[in-house]
């Protein structure tokens, strides 16, 4: 059910709330509150992930999913959200939230949560992978999925180093990419589109750093 955003949602979204104030608002509505998706057609849990990439409030929404548990981890996103069907994990691997939620998350829903993939045939390092994530969260899911993870590839036959370079990603994320895939993976030409990394990379790239090389 869809709805205006209750006070948890504004607090969660604009306030950086202390755990305090979480578990009282948590307190007063209950578990509902929790599930109860904004006009956007988040939960809570994807609200707090809109843009998280700092260590802001990682105490409150920790708090969050101890008492939403498995069933707001999985909880999908609604129309009219342009990200429809998107549960928390996967907002989080959009967001690249600090590494200390994303193994909550993985603990509450599930560590089968890094290898399955949405309807789009997306993985989740492939996802993550797409918005400039941390080493860190990187790091985690490769550690849970190893070399297979990395070297998948997703409904364009991307790899994840391709993902990478499609989005941006910091050298370091690159690197560690290539040390656990291996290097061939830079050599992989996805084949449904033709593009290697080159074509990658060149797509992130601003046309007026492209027209400035040289």
Known sequence: MLGEENPLHVAIIYC???IDIVSKLIEVGGKKVLLRKSHG????????FNGMHGHECVESVLKLIEVGGKELVLNE???PMEEEGLNAFDKACISSVPVEVLS???EVGGMNLVHKTKDDGVPSLHRA???????EFVSKLIDIGKRDLVRRTDEHVFNALHSACFGGASVDVVSKLIQ???RDLILNMASRNHFNLLHCLCCCLDPDDIGGMG
């Not at 057609?41 to 707090?48: D, E």
């Open 41 to 48: 057609g988040w939960n809570i849990l994807h609200s707090a």
């Open 129 to 135: 992978c797409r918005y400039r994530p941390t080493l």
């Open 16 to 18: 950086e709330p202390s």
């Open 77 to 79: 996103s609604e129309k």
């Open 180 to 182: 656990v895939g291996g």
């Open 104 to 106: 909550k998350l993985l």
